[in-house]
């Protein structure tokens, strides 16, 4: 089991690779439905736990993809909180369920994405598998 800080490095090393980083592939039916939710009149944000150099990596790959989504960038292991409270944000989805109780106390919807890894971190609350 890797510490906290072996995953960390290792997941810097992805995220910070433009190459890798051009090659991640797009959840299936995200686009389309960031697209319903924006015509909707929605305001969209993505705020990552990604650093400035890694940030880059994944605003050139969302220029990449057409996707017109501001991008913030919330260096480990700063909390997400501050910017949701700046922004008033009301509906937050993440895939890790420590960020998602992180914001408890400042966005009323929090949904769980569900991927492999984090299957076993449900502590019965719904897992989103797909957009619908």
Not at 49 to 59: L, M, P, T, W
Not at 79 to 95: E, G, M, R, V
Not at 107 to 126: A, H, T
């Amino acid at each position: 089991m890797l510490t906290k800080e072996q995953y960390h490095t290792i997941q810097t090393e992805i995220y910070d690779n433009p190459i890798v980083g051009a090659q991640m592939n797009m959840v299936p039916e995200a686009k389309e439905y960031i697209e319903r939710l924006q015509k909707e009149g929605h305001s969209l944000f993505i705020i990552t736990s990604r650093d400035n150099k890694s940030g880059e990596v994944a605003k050139n790959w969302l220029k990449k993809q057409n996707i017109q989504i501001p991008l913030i960038t919330v260096p480990y292991p700063h909390t997400k909180k501050d910017d949701c409270q700046k922004l008033s944000i009301d509906a937050f989805i993440d895939d890790d369920l420590i960020k998602l109780k992180e914001v408890q106390e400042v966005v009323r919807y929090k949904f769980l994405f569900s991927w492999g890894y984090n299957e076993s971190d449900n502590e019965n609350k719904s897992l989103y598998r797909d957009w619908e």
